[in-house]
């Protein structure tokens, strides 16, 4: 949970409403005072709650906070989300289509970039030849190995511009 003063790990009490009338919840509001659910360790007091309009068909899940800090002060907040009910009734089937051609195209692209990379990496593999990496010399001599390493860092440095290269075009590729 994250307030304004500082965030809380998952934990602490829970209790769950399920009343449908006023009547209850306020019952169950009185039963948590009288039992002190609130005290002086409390942190982040939570309300979390979903309201239909048949009307307009919307749903807001509204979400209210109190946060208490340590010299007792008491900041609140509150959020609220509205979401439009959709039926998947007659109108709802086409819709449905919709969104499945939808997913079908981004899968699409999604393996279509992948196969391009793919490709991409195995055509920069084919350039490079195995012999390439093996350097000069027989390590014997100081200066032989010097110039072995001389070499591999600079056949090293080839292949890293020659990755760079190939992601530049692939990025740049619309």
Known sequence: ?????????????????????????????????QNRWVDTQ???VTL?????????????AIKLQAEFSVVGKVRTMYTVRT??????????????????????LILTYALEEVWDFLSMHCKLRKSRTAGDLGGGGDGGEDEA????MVDVSLQAKREFAAVRRAIDDYVSDP
Do not use: C, H, Q
């Open 1 to 33: 949970m994250r307030g304004a003063l500082g965030d809380y790990p998952l934990g602490g009490f829970l209790v769950t409403n399920t009343s449908t009338t006023e009547a209850e919840f306020i019952a169950m509001v009185s039963w948590l005072r």
């Open 42 to 44: 409390t942190r982040l």
């Open 48 to 60: 979390d709650f979903n309201v239909w309009n048949p009307t307009l068909r919307l749903i807001s």
């Open 83 to 104: 979401f439009e009910y959709k039926e998947w009734v007659e109108w709802g089937r086409v819709y449905w289509w919709w969104e499945m051609v939808y997913v079908v």
């Open 145 to 148: 190995s010097i110039e072995a």
